[in-house]
């Protein structure tokens, strides 16, 4: 008797354990537990050194970033060095590298980098700023020198997944809060920024549709034309999958709002046909003269465009300098102010994504921070 006596005595004690853990405690309805996905494009190393990275990585993870999307070339090695790093402090790491700009050199020929519609090459003068040397898709020496970096790059153990970057032809419309920056009025398409008209371009089409584009009076007026140039960066892509996928390996990307209502119509990118695991679109309302709302309405275009079966991670701008935001005439140095940023993480995940990506956490304020670390422990319904 008292054997059974001590044995239901024991048994009450492990309910009333149960009923007490945090995980019990969530059940009943308490989002202690939840938190939302943070990702963040982050740049380095630079001169620091192992310790100093360390004390960054384990600071951002307090905070609460679980993943970095992390940006150091196309060295191997530095990749391997910083990996460890951050798998040590807990972070996820993916490798940030851009895909079609790449820096003028030696492996990369001059006739390899795309042709604008009046025959200039991105090699010698590329389009807004200096550093937009862009590649065209269609060279088989691109694809190949891209497929052998992002590849080498996949062999590395300490990399979970490839990030993509400038997976894309150039601008051919700026967003419009770039327009005064640039002192342009980009109303349509104009042949200084549509891209790419090389002889490789233009031959090819003229092989699968029958129309020579270089005698066509308007080329922005054809739609087989716009498909053609879709197609080369979705092959792109496809290739790069491939390579990703066969070391074990994710791969996601940056990517324009929408697909639809931005990223086709103004960098070519209809990446709800791409193959890739998950989404980052840089939903950066300041450039497109929007609120958050707007953000909200842009990630469920992205969700909805991928049938919600890949995952949409909503790319956030921040305000380095909140004070000078309303003076500041370069629109690359707004963003979403502390006040704001609640309402973009509502956005994002109200309408579906699965996380968000900060752009970066290094213009974070104090008071970013203050406002993030609530934010990001609600469940939004």
Not at 21 to 48: F, H, I, M
Not at 149 to 173: C, S, T
Request: proline content about 6%; glycine content about 8%.
């Amino acid at each position: 008797m008292v054997n059974l006596i001590n044995k239901l005595f024991a048994f009450l004690l492990i309910l009333t354990a149960v009923a007490c853990s945090p995980s019990a405690k969530q059940d009943e309805g308490s989002t202690e537990k939840y938190k939302v996905p943070v990702y963040a494009w982050l740049g380095g190393p630079g001169e620091s050194s192992d310790e100093e990275i360390k004390a960054n990585f384990l600071d951002l993870k307090a905070k609460g970033i679980d993943v970095l999307m992390y940006n150091g070339g196309q060295d191997p090695d530095t990749y391997k060095r910083v990996g460890k790093i951050a798998k040590a402090a807990g972070l996820g790491f993916h490798t940030w590298i851009p895909t079609m700009v790449q820096s003028l050199r030696d492996e990369l020929k001059p006739e390899w980098y795309a042709v604008n519609g009046k025959g200039e090459s991105a090699y010698d003068k590329p389009a807004y700023v200096p550093h937009y040397h862009f590649l065209c898709p269609s060279r088989p020496g691109v694809q190949d020198f891209l497929t052998d970096m992002y590849g080498k790059i996949a062999d590395l153990e300490e990399v979970d997944a490839i990030h993509l970057d400038y997976i894309r032809f150039p601008d051919v419309i700026l967003a419009r809060g770039l327009w005064e920056k640039y002192g342009l009025v980009m109303d349509k398409e104009y042949p200084a920024y549509d891209y790419c008209y090389c002889d490789k371009c233009t031959a090819d089409f003229k092989s699968q549709s029958g129309i020579d584009i270089m005698s066509v009076e308007d080329p922005t007026q054809v739609a087989e034309w716009k498909q053609f140039r879709y197609d080369l960066i979705t092959n792109i892509v496809s290739q790069l999958t491939e390579v990703a996928h066969s070391r074990g390996k994710q791969i996601n990307g940056a990517v324009f709002p929408g697909p639809n209502s931005v990223a086709k119509k103004i960098v070519r990118q209809e990446w709800d046909k791409w193959s890739m695991d998950a989404y980052f679109p840089m939903n950066y309302n300041d450039f497109y003269l929007q609120d958050t709302t707007w953000i909200g309405a842009v990630t469920k275009e992205a969700v909805t465009a991928l049938e919600n079966k890949k995952p949409v991670i909503s790319g956030l701008f921040i305000c380095p300098d909140p004070a000078k935001k309303t003076g500041e005439p370069d629109p690359e140095n707004h963003g979403l102010l502390p006040e704001e940023l609640e309402g973009a993480i509502r956005a994002s995940m109200q309408n579906g994504a699965a996380g968000i990506c900060l752009f970066t956490p290094g213009r974070m304020t104090e008071e970013h921070w203050k406002v993030f670390e609530k934010a990001i422990y609600k469940k939004y319904e």
